[in-house]
């Protein structure tokens, strides 16, 4: 009886806490982005954008992948709006030169990179202390 009371009590409060947590989420304005009825006009743009022209290097969450011939690519998670809207035309417009990023860039109306660069830039990063998280090192 008591592991019954006990194993009821563990997911009653799992449960509570998840209830919680969605509350919370909801309140702070946070929404699922793999859901697009979510999603504001611009930031559906943006990810299709994203998906289609950019996450090849840079990845749908902004975590560069392995890509271009450049042997470094940004991360863009959490990058400033107007920051990668400044980037991305001066790759349009030579200003900055850069073999794969010039072309992809004028591949991108004004709107579609206003859209990419709201769609990196709302993605947030969650730091943590890895001593506090890992625990005990792998063996």
Known sequence: MKLIFTSLSIFFTITFQTLLADTKQAETGSVGATVSKNLTEEL????????????????????????????????????????????????????????????????????????????????KIRIFDPNLILGKPSQ
């Not at 400044?86 to 010039?102: E, F, G, R």
């Open 44 to 123: 559906r743009v943006g990810k299709a954008k994203v998906e289609t022209l950019c996450s090849a290097c840079h990845g749908l969450d902004g975590v560069a992948a392995s890509g271009g011939n450049s042997v470094i690519i940004p991360n863009l998670t959490a990058q400033h709006k107007d920051y990668l809207i400044a980037k991305l035309k001066d790759y349009k417009s030579n200003k900055i030169d850069h073999p794969q990023m010039s072309i992809i860039a004028q591949m991108l109306t004004d709107e579609e990179i206003s859209a990419v660069s709201e769609w990196y830039s709302r993605i």
